[in-house]
Structures are given as structure tokens and as C-alpha cells.
């Protein structure tokens, strides 16, 4: 045999390639780590020899100090993968107190099938062999009376009892050996090195980790947000590939502690998936994992499997990884193709934006028709579009398809479809607070609760306790920075606003959320020159130039600025309809057609509602052309919506708790009935401090129950309960923003203040609206009857 020349090892069915590091059943490659097959390796060089433990561990770990429960981890998943038993053990022997021996017989062949028989032992050894059941402990017992003591057996069975008692000492020292991870250390995926030549590897084999190890309770992954800020106060491209040696910086300076490196290589027709986890700080090796995949199609298989390996190694308790274990190819897709799509819109939807990661969701979807992920992904992507019809459409795919998906995802599809499909909150807060509890490490409930959820009821020192909570949890949230802000701006607290907007961006936040944000707490502080600086940062970046102009068209509205409010509401619809968001545009027209109706032009605000109409039948549209043609007079039409509403929309809590309740309250009152409508409107009580979703989209319709109450009490000439009503309205000015009803509680308020005869206080609220109103338009219906009321007033108080 030549110098060098390859040498194959076969024994039994099974041959073992140590140039290829392949072990092969046959023709089917059989998974075991690159550790368990150097202890095979050595074994059967060795076959019917006795290697001792220390011979084992110093060719094993020859630099590093190993505890002996690392060897028989080996031992232990050599025997599995060759099918031995504990009662069975044809190819690996334990010799107590020594080590193994390899009992199959081996034989060396070159590939040319030159064979070479390299152990046949035929001759009998006296050794002790023992099975490592602890039942397989022999029975110690001193001889009865008048029988001699058989001291051989004696010594035999007492070492034998010795030895084990030593193993399940080792045993139970490996059972709570400390874990290589703590529930509070976090992990950095990097990129997997592909050698295979076929690109569909590259960013799919990734986010399939992400998806199998997102399953855990126990890990917490470095989320995308963090890296990408990590990569840039690094001077490189977000977009930068993250190789082992990036990856261990990133996660060194993101306070990670183990970076998980990947790789993917041919293997003749088979492909070869390995794990390592490493060290951040030191770079030392925590584990690592191999996995054997005989076709393309079989790799995801094999991902999975190295994967919950993975998590067991590192502390997490074997209850956990069974419980949340789904394969990828359940939770995701058995497509490479649909996953490397979907990966690439996963990255694009946090980083670039949702328009751009359309494209790659729908191409998912398109390959597999079943990827529940990418429905509930591509419903995400057409909400931040406003495209509510599509949003809803695509998450009830992904709702449908929910059991096809890892835990983990199955409580990110179940909460929006209750947010965005059904939107009963309620619903939404259960799924949510059980995900939290179950997932502490992921930021995403408590930013739906903060900002989607507990704003609807109002409850918003909650929705700020669960905003600091996700930038706990994730501080390069992006999103989350603009969630809290609001929350604190919808609660009053101005300053602490202001406070994380700065955060925000300090950490250069580009995301239009948070300018708009800016935008409202500079016009609820009266800042006019941070509100005009901040519309020339949103000039001509969409979705920000749209939101904040028509935000303008409310701060306009609001101060009597009519004409002006309509040119630049026409130029929000304008810039929705050029980018094709139809239903943006319907909500911006809904919303002027109630302001016109407050303000007493009845033909323009019927005018607005059936244009609105005609766009979309939307919840919030529907409601605001509702409400505007009940304002003119139109109540035949008015019902008629409220009908629907009613009807379509059965769990939505903003239809049922909010929009319903004022609208048909304002009908009775409109028809004579302030008894029935101040009934009616006891439902809306649990959320009538709420930002219904169309205040949260197009700034109308929050606190409207309250002002529809204080109309209806002033009817029942009941004034004082009126006042309190059109008081707590001026107190919640920051829920109400720049929504023009919130300038007409002042006038309302005096008409309280008049009818329960405290006319100072009527005078005081007729000067602070029409100071409001001070430079308005002339011939406004609204302010006209307002200046005829205080010159009323003021005669009545002279006399």
C-alpha cells in the first residue's frame, strides 16, 4: 500500500470515509458531528485493541482540558448512530475503569477495492464487559452459613460495582454540568459559508436558523435592528455580509455572547450543513454541529436537526426543545427558493421599507402557495401601505394556513390577524400578553400592545410601560422608539415625548413614524417653527410628506383656516393616489368630510363622504362619511352605514366600541331623541378616551362618544354634566391632537357653562375658541353663530 494512498474502513453495512468525513449506512450518509466521527475514526484504526480513556481525550481535545463527560457524550451518539443498545452492543465495548474497544471486525480497502483485513480477533479474552443500564448491577451478597466465600467473584463484582458507581457520578456531574448559555446571554447568527455554487443557499440557510431558534423561550437573538446600527456605527454597509470574523465584532460590541457561524459544502451528489458556536469575547468554541443532507431538498431536514441539537448542548432543557421544535419545513416552506425570497423581504421590510420588500413576499408566496410566514409578512407590508383591504386579505391567508408555522410565528400571525382582520383587541391583548410570557426576549408583543392595542382603550400609562419594555428588550428597535413616543405624547407627557424622539434620533431612526410624532408634539406645544422645520425634513420623502401634510390640514382646519386645510388635504390625497394607495386617500377624504360637517358645510361635507365612498368601503372610512352625512342632515344614508358597519365588522373593538355607538347616538339626537342616543352611547364608555385606528391613521374620530355625550346632555338641558364632558375633552387635548373637534370643545364647553348658568365661565369659553379662531375664515357657518352667541352673552351679563 502506498504512502498516502486513501484508505476506506468498512465493518458490517456501514463504511467510513475519513477524507470526506462521511459515514455512510450503505449508500446513505449517516449525521454525526466532526468530534463523534474523530472518535470513530480513532476506534476503528484500532479495531479489537483496548484504547484507554486519556488515549480518547488527548487525541479528541490534545489543547484543551475536557471533563470525561465530553467523551462519553461521544460514546454515547457513536453507539446511536451505529444502532447499538444498551443490550446489544456489537460494535462498541466499554472495559470499566479503562475505556473501549471496537468488537466489529474492520476491513481497509483502497477505492480500487484492494482489501486489506486489518482485525479479526478470534482468540477469548477475560475481561469485564459491562452494559451501562444502572438495572445491570450485580448482586453483592456475603456467603450464608457453612458455605466458603468465593473471593474471585467477590473482588470481580465488588470492582464492577465500583466502576459504576464512579459512571453515575460522571453521569450525574454531566446532567447539571453548568450550561454553555444563560437564559439572559444573546446570540449573533452570521452568514453561512456556501461553497456549493448555488446561490439559493446564501441567505436562506440563515433565516431558517433564525426561524428554528426563534422557537426558543430559553435563546434571545441579536435582532436585525441591532446589527444593522452595530454594522453602521462600524463605518460598513448595513447590507454587509456577515462573515465569522464581522460577525464576532458585531456581536462583541451589541454585548452578545456567542456568535453561531454556518456552513454548507458538497459532498459528491450529498451536501454536508455545519454549526459553530463560538465565543464572542475570546473566540473559544462552545459547540459545534454537522449534519448530513443526501439531497437539496433534504437540507432544511438536516438544518432543523442541527438546530435542536444545537439548543440542547447549550443549556436549554430538553421539556423546551420538544414542546417548541416545529421543522422548517412545517414552520416555513420546504421551498429553498420561496425561503431565499422571503429572507431577502424579512431583511428589506425592517431596513429599506415595506414598498421594496413587496416584490420578494410576493415572489414566496407565488413558489409556495402554503408559506404561512409570507402571507402574515406580505399583510404586514400592505398595512404600513395603508392598504388595509390587502393587509387583511393576506394575513387571513396566513391565518388559515397558522398551523404550518413554529410557535413563535403562529403568536406573531394569530395577533395581527386579530389587529388587522378582525381587529377585536380585546382578542388581540390575550394573544399577546401569553406571547409575551412565553417569549421574553422578543420585543414584537409589547410593541403591539404599546402602540395597536392599549391605545384603543385609552390606557395609555400601559401602552408606555410596554413601549420602554421592547426598547429593554431591544434598544435598536427602530419602530419601537416612535410607539413610545406616542404613547407618552397620547398620555400628555410632552417632555418624555420630546425625550425619545431625541433618542431616536440619535441613533439615526429613519423611519416617517417618528416625524410625525415630532410633528404633533411641536403643534401641541404651540412650537410653529419646529412644525414648519419639520415639514421641510418630510418634504418630498414618502410616506412622512403625505402623513404630515395632511396632519397640516387638521392644524389648519383647527384654527379656521378652511380653505387652505382643504388645498393642502387635496394634496395628501394627491400624493396617496400617485403611489396607487386608494384607500389612504379615502381615509384623508373621510376625514375632511367630518371636519366640514362640524364646521356647518353640510354640501361639502356630503360632497366629501360619497367621494370617500366611491374609493373604499374601509371601517374608517365608512365611519367618517357616516358621521359627516348624519352632521348634514343626510340620516337616511347615515343608518344605512351604520348598519353596515355593524354587520361587517362584528369584533372590531374601534366599530363596536367607538364609531357605532357615537354615530347612532348622533343620529337619535338629530331626530329628537337625546334619552335614547345618551343609552346608546353607554356602550362606548370602556374606550371613549381611545385612539380608534382611524385617529391613529388620519387624526379623526378619538373622543367623539364624549362629544356626541356633551351635545346630548346640553339637549336634556342638563349643563353642568355637559360642561364635564366638553372639560374632559380640553384635559385629553394630546389624544385629540390637531383634530379640529378639539378646537370646537371650547365653544361647546360655553354653551355649557351658559345653560348651567355660570356665565363668567361661558364668557372665558367663547374667548378662548374664538382666540383659537381669531384670523379664521369669514362665513364659516360655525363661527358665525359662535359670535352671535358671545354678543348675546355679553348683553345678557351687561344687563
Known sequence: MATGARILYEFGVFRVDPDRQLLLRGEQPISVTPK??????????RSGELVTKDELMGQLWPDSFVEESNLSQNIFMLRKALGDTADDRRHIVTLPGRGYRFAAEVRAIHPEDDTIVIASRTQSQLVVEQSERETDTPELSLPGPGRALNWPRYAVATAVFIVLLTAGVLLWQHRHRSPVLGGNDTVLIADFTNTTGDAVFDDALRQGLVVQLEQSPFLSLIPENRIHHTLQLMGQPPKNRLTA???????????????????????????????????????????????????????????????????????????????????????????LEALNAYSIGHKLISSAGAADALPFLQRAVSIDSNFAMAYALLGRAYGDLSEFELSAAETTKAYQLRDRTSDAEKFWIEAAYEMQVTENMERAKQICEVWERTYPHDPTPATFLAGIIYPVFGKYDQAIEEGKKALKVDPDFLIAFAILSSAYEWGGSLQEADNIIHQGEARRVPIPELLLTKYDVAFLRGDRDEMEHVAALAHGRQPADEWITQHAASVLARAGHVLQARKAAAGAEAMAQQVGNTEAAALYKAGTAVWEGFLGNKTNAAQRADAALRLSKDSGVEYGAAFALALSGKAARAYQLADDLEKRFPQNTSVQCSYVPALRAQLSLDQGNP?????????????????????????????????????????????????????????HRSVLVSDPVGALAHLELGRAYERAGDREKARSAYADFLALWQDADPGIPILIQAKAEQLRLHGAISH
Open 36 to 45: 463523534v466521527f474523530e472518535t470513530l475514526l480513532i476506534l476503528v484504526r
Open 245 to 335: 470574523d464581522v460577525a464576532r465584532e458585531v456581536c462583541t460590541r451589541a454585548g452578545g455572547a456567542a456568535v453561531l457561524d454556518g456552513s454548507i459544502a458538497r459532498l459528491g451528489t450529498a451536501y454536508v450543513i455545519g454549526l459553530r458556536a463560538v465565543d464572542c469575547r475570546d473566540g473559544s468554541a462552545l459547540d459545534e454541529e454537522q449534519a448530513q443532507a443526501a439531497r437539496k431538498e433534504d437540507v432544511l431536514s438536516a438544518l432543523s436537526q442541527i438546530a435542536a441539537r444545537f439548543r440542547a448542548r447549550v443549556g436549554e432543557s430538553l421539556a423546551n426543545v420538544q414542546e417548541h421544535n416545529t421543522p422548517l419545513a412545517e414552520a416555513t416552506t420546504p421551498s
Open 675 to 731: 334619552s335614547k342616543a345618551l343609552d346608546l352611547l353607554q356602550e362606548a364608555v370602556p374606550c371613549e378616551t381611545g385612539t380608534p385606528r382611524s385617529a391613529i391613521h388620519t387624526n379623526f374620530g378619538a373622543m367623539y362618544p364624549v362629544y356626541v355625550r356633551g351635545e346630548v346632555l346640553l339637549a336634556l338641558h342638563k349643563g353642568p354634566e355637559a360642561a364635564r364632558e366638553f372639560e374632559k375633552m380640553i384635559e
